[in-house]
């Protein structure tokens, strides 16, 4: 076996995953977090949903029915992504004590150091001063500096969103292309 096999098969075995349990567990959990990586037609509240489209798609053609149920899959997946996204941003927008993980850190510091300062271990000097300031003008923004921070506070969850919206737009392109193809022919063979 050549050198370059022998590394890869060394570095695959490095890169297969959380080992322990715990780790296992956190893993497994990260695909529960907003219901995304499960099919629609697990949902029970979304299968009724995909039935009729797909149905309405396939215009009472009882042969394109597993293709337009694909298609109809793919189009609730992508509505049910956009309609969390939505979700997400609004209930951020709406929270006047919405903080950036960066804030809650400034805020715990400080909080530490008027602990410390109320205990006798010290005064409030010029970086906890600077500190304090940080944080109350963070805290007194108005229209689109909050709009800016909060967004990009969500990025890495807006860029998950992203990844399952390409993915359901995706789905539903070849979807449509195998149901067009299926029309087509089923359209021939009518003739």
Do not use: C, W
């Not at 694909?70 to 049910?80: M, Y």
């Not at 921070?149 to 969103?161: C, G, P, Q, V």
Request: proline fraction near 3%.
């Amino acid at each position: 076996m050549s050198n370059r096999a022998t590394a890869n098969r060394a570095n695959a075995r490095k890169s297969t995953g959380p080992r322990s349990v715990s780790g296992r567990q956190l893993s497994a959990r990260n695909a529960k977090k907003h219901g995304l990586s499960l099919s629609v037609t697990h949902d029970a509240e979304l299968a009724p949903e995909v039935e009729v489209l797909s149905r309405q798609i396939a215009a009472g053609n009882e042969a394109l029915l597993p293709i337009a149920r694909d298609v109809a899959e793919a189009q609730i997946d992508l509505s049910r992504v956009r309609r969390l996204r939505g979700e997400l941003i609004d209930r951020a927008l709406r929270d006047p004590q919405f903080q950036t993980a960066k804030q809650s850190m400034q805020l715990l510091k400080l909080l530490g150091r008027l602990i410390q300062i109320e205990d006798g271990r010290g005064r409030f000097g010029p970086s906890d001063t600077l500190r304090a300031q940080t944080y109350l003008d963070g805290r007194s923004e108005r229209g689109p500096e909050r709009h800016a921070r909060i967004l990009s506070a969500l990025s890495k969850e807006l860029t998950r969103m992203d990844r399952y919206e390409r993915r359901a737009l995706s789905r539903r392109k070849f979807a449509i292309r195998r149901l067009d193809i299926a029309h087509a022919r089923n359209g021939l063979a009518e003739m």
